[in-house]
């Protein structure tokens, strides 16, 4: 690491001026040294130069920040914020209040390498293609703000998260790095570059981390800790200079990931009495905890589980005196496993001194199996109405990977082919290009097991063959050894063989085909003056297939099975629920254009201003999974930025850059809840829904000033959101769907501000003994909505703020030898990330938990080239 870089600096570009984020191409992108090169409009440019509103980390921010998923990018990075109710390595972005739900295709696109994340969609979270194993031997990660769809790929609304790695060089050299910490932390890298020949160059890599999870599970069944980190990553990546203007840059990767998943904590149950499960602390509710909100009466399930909660879960952990990192959990077996790997190529010709070819392709594939408890519940049966079952254990909703299969899993392909050129007087820059995408499924079908239980009556189906008219009360549950080999038995509350217990079966397969064509260029009017324009029309095309069918176990791991869709449809598996189906309800396509229209003022070489206007749009998609395929249309967002960027040398140095934005939506897609109606023996769900009209607007700052041996980065945000008109949506067998965002209130996931200060200091010392940095990192992100308060009343995260701290000593000695010291969270703020939104479902509301305080300390060995 160079002098004045440390190990700890945040996600503001904060003192990346003094260490170029793409250093071993200085020479070749004409970059004055210590400047910022960014490749967020396909070409490598100065920071300064690029009238986009971002934000770039490199290698030494990302490290010190200990960055390892998407949910701790966003963490630190103002406008950008994440989904992480299935855990960290499944969240999903949102910029600006730009959200994705599941089954949405991302507003939020991530790249590796000019390269697309894979799809993963299916019946659990897949994420956003940010997972862990990709955050090590970075160049940088740049943080686009605002519609990207004419240059990146899939049209997104929100923006774009580029994940650059190090290209091999023609250097010899490498590094291992090791840290630990507390929580049983390790962590290993190495990386080395050989040059096998003046025109072949070599890059290797691996990282491997482990930790105990920090959330600790205090019911005695299960593992003893969830949020836990184990996983290992590979990488190697070749660049071949066939001719001097002809290179092909081979990547391939591969990671792997095995934990227990996550598991949230109650907040409130809604039960009268039962003030001990509240989170008075944070959501101060008047009077009785007993909250009935729209659809709730005295019989439905939540009516039922809320009591077992308050006189179960809540009195032991009263009764323990647990902590805030503290939770009770019911699954015997949770985890998240998660495979993918991917080969990119990418060759440039250097067609003549105007013209570029770029071709990039890649082929990845994504595995994902997942064991959670979607209500995090430990509940037990309650004296009544069967003495006998007392205290055996009742699972309201489990999912489970089926037999054979993976809960999500896809095969992704993807070709670009562009044309980068300029003309010859130096006016005209521009790049043409095409882009295809398919992603196919990997195996016959992605497959979900639900183990679901009820608490109100329902007609028998017909298939079941019991009289007309029998009315099955669903109060029962599953004891199963294995859901995935169906070894189940049914615990039948009323003590009565004709009430079975019941689990749900999904199985979904999808197809995507994405086609683009585009293209922009910048011209300049004057020296100073340039107006840049871009258009791009993009066709998707989706298919999906997907079946659900409900096993009625009568007795031990024996059911009888028939279609949800249609309950008079026998099922002796759920490809017959799938044939049942009409083709035509899944199927979609979408065909639009979008463009872009710029025009920035340079009266000189370090002052910029920009005023920008963009049409953004997003496909539409389809959710299979349900017991009736559910499809969305696609979204509009009419956008508009204005902003300048400042740059300053001499003894005080750095710059600043500020952006102010308006965004109108038409038709946004946002996640909906879906609670059963009476008699429905349709599962809680969650829908995708075009919520009419929204409004995002709001301004950026990102700052940098340095003076000797201080510097201090500045970071900040402030968002203004509202949904401002909602249409209706009703679903066979459940309510009208409840949107997880009030009418005239905030979206979700956009807090009204968030700031991030990065102070730093080099201590005086002589050169001899090294160069020693102090830093600090603080950040506060304001409330932000999960869930609408028609949905729960605790659908807002409240405000929280972290404190982290490094001591980087880099060159110990004259050694290749580098040593930091780190903390992060020095005060242990007890903070939430997300709210589940179960309120109408189960009575009580559960809150995934921040990490506390972790510290330790990390060496780095650098050998050959990279120990100067």
């Known amino acids: 690491m160079r002098g004045s870089i440390t190990c700890a600096l945040v996600a503001t570009t904060a003192l990346t001026w003094m260490t170029p984020a793409l250093a071993q191409d200085e020479a070749n992108s004409g970059a004055a040294a210590g400047d910022i090169i960014v490749t967020a409009r396909r070409t490598e440019e100065r920071l300064q130069d690029v009238p986009i509103s971002m934000t770039v980390f490199n290698q030494e921010q990302v490290t010190a920040r200990n960055i390892v998923s998407g949910n701790d990018l966003a963490t630190y990075t103002p406008s950008l914020s994440a989904n992480s109710r299935f855990g960290a390595e499944t969240a999903a972005f949102a910029i600006r209040g730009f959200t994705q739900e599941n089954f949405t295709s991302p507003s939020v696109a991530t790249y590796f390498a000019d390269v697309i994340g894979p799809r993963a969609n299916g019946g659990t979270a897949g994420g956003n293609g940010a997972g862990v194993g990709q955050f090590f031997d970075l160049q940088n990660v740049q943080v686009l703000k605002g519609p990207q769809g004419t240059l990146f790929g899939r049209n997104t609304t929100g923006g774009a998260v580029l994940i650059v790695p190090q290209k091999p060089t023609d250097e010899l050299g490498g590094y291992i790095e090791g840290s630990i910490g507390n929580f049983d932390m390790y962590r290993i890298q190495g990386v080395l570059n050989v040059p096998l020949a003046d025109t072949f160059k070599v890059r290797l890599g691996f990282e491997r981390q482990k930790r105990d999870g920090f959330v600790r599970n205090k019911s005695g069944i299960g593992p003893a800790d969830y949020d836990d980190v184990d996983y290992w990553a590979i990488r190697g990546a070749i660049v071949a200079d066939l001719t001097p203007d002809l290179e092909n840059y081979l990547i391939v990767r591969y990671s792997e990931s095995s934990t227990n998943g996550t598991f949230g904590k109650i907040v409130g149950v809604n039960a009268v009495g039962c003030d001990a499960g509240v989170d008075r602390s944070r959501y101060p509710l008047p009077g009785s905890s007993q909250v009935n909100l729209p659809g709730q009466t005295l019989a439905t399930t939540a009516s039922f589980l809320a009591p077992l909660a308050c006189s179960g879960t809540v009195a032991r952990q009263r009764a323990r005196g647990d902590g805030f990192w503290d939770v009770e959990s019911g699954n015997t077996d949770p985890f998240l496993k998660i495979k993918q790997w991917g080969v990119t190529n990418t060759t440039t010709w250097r067609v003549s001194d105007t013209v570029t070819l770029k071709n990039i392709a890649s082929y990845q ?37 089926a037999q054979g299969l993976a809960n999500v899993e896809q095969a992704t392909f993807t070709e670009e082919f562009q044309i980068q050129g300029k003309s010859g007087d130096g006016k005209l820059d521009y790049v043409l ?426 060496l780095k060995f650098r050998f050959g080239a990279m120990a100067d």
């Open 433 to 858: 290009g095409a882009y295809y995408e398919r992603a196919d499924p990997l195996s016959p079908f992605q497959g979900t097991y639900s183990n679901i239980s009820y608490v109100n009556y329902s007609p028998a189906p017909a298939a079941l063959g019991l009289p007309a008219g029998t009315l099955l009360p669903f109060l029962a549950t599953l004891s199963c050894s294995n859901v995935g080999l169906l070894q189940c038995t049914p615990i039948n509350t009323f003590g009565s063989p004709q009430i079975p217990s019941l689990l749900q079966n999904s199985l979904t397969r999808y197809w995507y085909e994405n086609i683009g064509f585009f293209g922009q260029a910048t011209y300049k009017l004057t020296d100073q003056l340039s107006l840049t324009g871009g258009i791009r029309y993009t066709i998707d095309k989706t298919r999906a297939e997907g079946g659900t069918r409900q096993l009625f176990f009568f007795a031990p791991n024996q059911y009888n099975a028939v279609c949800a869709a249609n309950n008079a449809i026998p099922a002796a598996s759920g490809e017959d629920c799938v044939t049942a189906l009409p083709a035509s309800s899944a199927r979609q396509t979408t065909k639009r254009p979008t463009w872009l229209i710029n025009l920035d003022y340079k009266p000189t070489d370090d002052v910029m201003l920009y005023a920008k206007y963009a049409r953004g749009y997003r496909q539409g998609n389809i959710n299979a999974s349900n017991t009736i395929p559910q499809g969305w249309g696609p979204e509009k967002v009419e956008s508009y930025e204005i902003g300048a960027k400042l740059s300053f040398r001499g003894d005080l140095s750095g710059y600043f850059n500020v952006a102010g934005f308006y965004n109108d939506f038409s038709d946004q897609q946002l996640a909906a809840s879906l609670i059963p109606s009476p008699g429905s023996t349709a599962s809680p769900a969650q829908a995708i829904v075009n919520a009419g009209k929204s409004r995002i607007q709001g301004f950026e700052v990102d700052a940098l000033a340095s003076y000797s041996a201080f510097s201090l980065g500045v970071g900040y945000t402030y968002l203004d959101t509202k949904l401002k008109s909602f249409t209706p949506v009703n679903f066979p067998g459940y309510l009208p769907a409840t949107p997880n965002s009030d009418l005239g209130g905030p979206l979700p996931l956009s807090p009204k501000h968030k700031l991030t200060l990065t102070p730093s200091i080099r201590l005086p010392l002589d050169e001899s003994v090294g160069k020693v940095t102090l830093s600090a990192t603080y950040v506060h992100t304001s409330s932000q909505v999960t869930s609408a308060s028609a949905v729960t009343p605790f659908g807002t995260v409240p405000a929280f703020d972290l404190l982290n701290l490094n001591l980087a000593w880099n060159g110990i000695a004259g050694s290749p030898i580098d040593l930091a010291a780190f903390v992060t969270n020095v005060t242990n703020e007890k903070y939430y990330t997300f709210l589940g939104g179960g309120w109408q479902s189960t009575g009580v509301e559960y809150a995934s938990l921040g990490m506390p305080r972790m510290y330790g300390l990390r």
């Open 365 to 401: 594939q994504f595995r994902q199996k997942q064991s959670l408890l979607i209500g995090n519940d430990n509940f037990t049966f309650p004296a009544s109405p069967n003495p006998a079952w007392t205290g055996l254990p009742f699972t309201w909703v489990g999912v489970y990977p």
